[in-house]
C-alpha cells in the first residue's frame, strides 16, 4: 500500500535550510494500523504530506496506493483519504451536504453521491446529526464527521494526523472504536499520527518511531518493547548500607550497567521480569541481602524512545498521555 525510499523533505528557512525528513524508507502492507510517533518537530506531519501527495518530496520516492506522488499525485488522491489536524469540513453547510459535496468532487453521480453519504453517516454513527452543520457539533462528533469526509470516495488507505488531539477520553474510545471498526470490517489501510503513546501500544500492529526526521524504531509495540526496553525489577532493601552490594549483584546476574540504585532501592532493566525475579532474589538471598519488597514492571513505549535517545517523548512532547 505504501512504498517510500529515501523519501527526504528540505525546508528553505530565513538564514538556512531545515531537513524535517531524512531518507525514509518504509513498506506498509493492505490492512495494517500503523501508527507513526515521535516528539514535536520529529518529521511525522511533514511525512505525511509528502505521502499524501499534498508536499512534494526533495528527493526520494514514494508509491502509495499503487501511484507514484511526484508523477501521479490525482491517482494517489483517488485512492486515499486524508483526515488532516484541522477541521474538514466547513462551517455554513449540513453535514449531510458537506458529504455529498466532497463525494461529488471525487466525480460521483449525484445519487450515488448522496447515497455514500447515507452510508458513512451511518458508518460513523453520525445520522442523526445530518441537517446539523458542523459548527455545532461536539469536539468528538466533529471528529467522526472529519473521518467521514476521508472515507466517502471509498479509499482502501486512510492517513490520519493526530485524529484524537484535543478529544476527552470518551470521545477518544469512541473515535478509536470507529476507527478499529474500518479495519475489521472494510479491511482498510490505516497510517495515523498520535502523540498518544497508550493509544498507539493497545490499537496499532506497527509502530514506526521518527525522530529529527530519520525513523529510529519499526515494529510491533511488543517486540520494539521487548528488543529496546525491556522490564523493570525494582528492589526495595531492608538495610541500606547493602545497596552498593545488591547492585554489584544485579549487574553481573543480569545485564551489565543496567542496575540503578536510590537510597535503599535498587531498580534493574532485565529483558523478562518474570525469569529475573526469581533468580535476582536467590542470589541475593544467598549472599546475606535482605528484600522488603520487590515490584515488576513492563515497559512502555515511552521507555523505548528513552533508550534509543536519551529523552522522553512526554517531555519533549509536553502533551503525551
Ligand atoms: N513549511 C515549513 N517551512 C519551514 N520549516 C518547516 C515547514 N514545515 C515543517 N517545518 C519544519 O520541519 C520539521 C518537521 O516538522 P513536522 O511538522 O513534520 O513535525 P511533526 O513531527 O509533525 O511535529 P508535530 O508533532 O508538532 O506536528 C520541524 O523542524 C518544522 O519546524
Known amino acids: 500500500m505504501i512504498h517510500a525510499r529515501a523519501l527526504t523533505r528540505r525546508f528553505k528557512i530565513k538564514g538556512g535550510e531545515v531537513e524535517a525528513v531524512r531518507g525514509l524508507d518504509l513498506d506498509v502492507e493492505p490492512g495494517t494500523l500503523v501508527a507513526f510517533l515521535g516528539p514535536n518537530g520529529a518529521g511525522k506531519s511533514t511525512s505525511l504530506r509528502m505521502l499524501t501527495s499534498?508536499?512534494?518530496?526533495?528527493?526520494?520516492?514514494?508509491?502509495?496506493?499503487?501511484?507514484?506522488?511526484?508523477?501521479?499525485?490525482?491517482?494517489?488522491?483517488?485512492?486515499?483519504?486524508?483526515?488532516?489536524?484541522?477541521?474538514?469540513?466547513?462551517?455554513?453547510?449540513?453535514?449531510?451536504?458537506?458529504?455529498?459535496?466532497?463525494?461529488?468532487?471525487?466525480?460521483?453521480?449525484?445519487?450515488?453521491?448522496?447515497?455514500?453519504?447515507?452510508?458513512?453517516?451511518?458508518?460513523?454513527?453520525?445520522?442523526?446529526?445530518?441537517?446539523?452543520?458542523?459548527?455545532?457539533?461536539?469536539?468528538?462528533?466533529?471528529?467522526?464527521?472529519?473521518?467521514?469526509?476521508?472515507?466517502?470516495?471509498?479509499?482502501?488507505?486512510?492517513?490520519?494526523?493526530?485524529?484524537?488531539?484535543?478529544?476527552?477520553?470518551?470521545?477518544?474510545?469512541?473515535?478509536?472504536?470507529?476507527?478499529?471498526?474500518?479495519?475489521?470490517?472494510?479491511?482498510?489501510?490505516?497510517?495515523?499520527?498520535?502523540?498518544?503513546?497508550?493509544?498507539?501500544?493497545?490499537?496499532?500492529?506497527?509502530?514506526?518511531?521518527?525522530?529529527?526526521?530519520?525513523?529510529?524504531?519499526?515494529?510491533?509495540?511488543?517486540?520494539?518493547?521487548?528488543?529496546?526496553?525491556?522490564?523493570?525489577?525494582?528492589l526495595t532493601l531492608r538495610d541500606p548500607g547493602d545497596t552498593a552490594r545488591a547492585t554489584a549483584i544485579a549487574t553481573r546476574l543480569e545485564a551489565p550497567g543496567e542496575a540503578a540504585a536510590e537510597g535503599t532501592t535498587v531498580r534493574v532493566r532485565v529483558p523478562r521480569a518474570d525469569v529475573a525475579l526469581p533468580r535476582l532474589l536467590r542470589a541475593l538471598e544467598a549472599e546475606g541481602v535482605e528484600v522488603a519488597a520487590a515490584e515488576t514492571a513492563r515497559p512502555t513505549l515511552d521507555d523505548v524512545f528513552l533508550t534509543l535517545t536519551g529523552r522522553s517523548l512526554r517531555e519533549t512532547d509536553g502533551d503525551g498521555a
Not at 490520519?160 to 470490517?185: F, N
Not at 496499532?204 to 515494529?219: C, L, M, Q, W
Open 54 to 234: 499534498l508536499l512534494p518530496p526533495t528527493s526520494g520516492t514514494a508509491v502509495v496506493a499503487g501511484h507514484d506522488v511526484a508523477s501521479d499525485p490525482a491517482g494517489v488522491r483517488r485512492n486515499i483519504g486524508y483526515v488532516g489536524q484541522k477541521n474538514g469540513a466547513g462551517e455554513n453547510f449540513r453535514v449531510l451536504d458537506e458529504l455529498v459535496t466532497q463525494a461529488r468532487c471525487y466525480g460521483l453521480t449525484r445519487d450515488e453521491a448522496r447515497r455514500r453519504a447515507r452510508e458513512v453517516l451511518d458508518m460513523l454513527e453520525l445520522t442523526s446529526l445530518a441537517t446539523r452543520k458542523p459548527g455545532t457539533l461536539s469536539g468528538g462528533q466533529r471528529r467522526r464527521l472529519d473521518i467521514a469526509l476521508g472515507l466517502v470516495h471509498r479509499p482502501g488507505l486512510l492517513f490520519l494526523d493526530e485524529p484524537t488531539t484535543g478529544l476527552d477520553p470518551q470521545s477518544r474510545a469512541d473515535v478509536w472504536g470507529h476507527i478499529l471498526r474500518l479495519r475489521e470490517e472494510h479491511g482498510t489501510t490505516l497510517f495515523l499520527t498520535t502523540h498518544y503513546l497508550e493509544e498507539a501500544d493497545s490499537m496499532a500492529e506497527r509502530v514506526v518511531i521518527i525522530d529529527h526526521g530519520r525513523v529510529i524504531a519499526d515494529g510491533t509495540a511488543a517486540r520494539l518493547k521487548t528488543d529496546l526496553a525491556g522490564d523493570h525489577v525494582t
